[in-house]
Every structure is written in structure tokens, then in C-alpha cells.
């Protein structure tokens, strides 16, 4: 091994979890602090349904999902809606167009006095 590159070793790392539990292990660090450990952890404690109810994901995502469905419904009625107004609005400057040159040609054809 080469010198002065490896950090210290601490062969009695205390380890402390916020329940309140501790043991010692080894480590790079003296004192490491965790969040849950085996001790406290539903699944180990057998307490599943403890997990099950902080959890709620894939209620949350079927909401989420459910809510851009509805929004991906609505856009697309909107859009079949501005369709039809502008299919509309074209037919409309048809019919215009067709009445302006009937207007000229019968403007064309009429006897001069």
C-alpha cells in the first residue's frame, strides 16, 4: 500500500440511529448517525403496515395520472373545437370569395348604355 493517500481507519466507529439505538463497527469516520436502522426499520420490526400508510406513491401517481388524463382530454377538445372554428371561418371566406366574383362577373356582362 502506499503511504499517506488511505484516510484513517477507526476500527470502533460508533454507529447511532435516531431511535435511539447504537453499535460499534468499523469505518473511515468516528461517528456516523442515521436515520433508521434494523432496530427501528417496518420491516424488520414486522410492522409493515406502519410503511404501507406513510407511503401512499402509487396512490399519489394514480391521482396524477388520473388528473393528466383529464387535462390531456380537455386539450384535445379544445383543439377539435379551434379546428372546426377555422374550417369555419374558411368556409365563410369561401362562400365570400364565390359571391365577390359573381358580383364581378355579372358586372362584366351587363349592356353598356
Request: with cysteine; aromatic share 6%.
Amino acid at each position: 500500500m502506499k503511504k499517506d493517500i488511505h484516510p484513517e481507519y477507526y476500527p470502533e466507529a460508533k454507529v447511532v440511529c435516531s431511535c435511539g439505538n447504537s453499535w460499534t463497527t468499523g469505518s473511515t469516520r468516528p461517528e456516523i448517525r442515521t436515520d433508521i436502522c434494523s432496530a427501528c426499520h417496518p420491516f424488520f420490526t414486522g410492522q409493515m403496515q406502519r410503511l404501507v400508510d406513510r407511503g401512499g406513491q402509487v396512490e399519489r401517481f394514480q391521482r396524477r395520472l388520473e388528473q393528466a388524463e383529464g387535462l390531456r382530454e380537455e386539450a384535445n377538445e379544445r383543439l377539435q373545437s379551434k379546428e372546426q372554428r377555422r374550417r369555419a371561418r374558411q368556409l365563410v371566406e369561401i362562400v365570400d370569395e364565390e359571391d365577390v366574383e359573381a358580383i364581378d362577373l355579372n358586372e362584366d356582362n351587363e349592356p353598356e348604355e
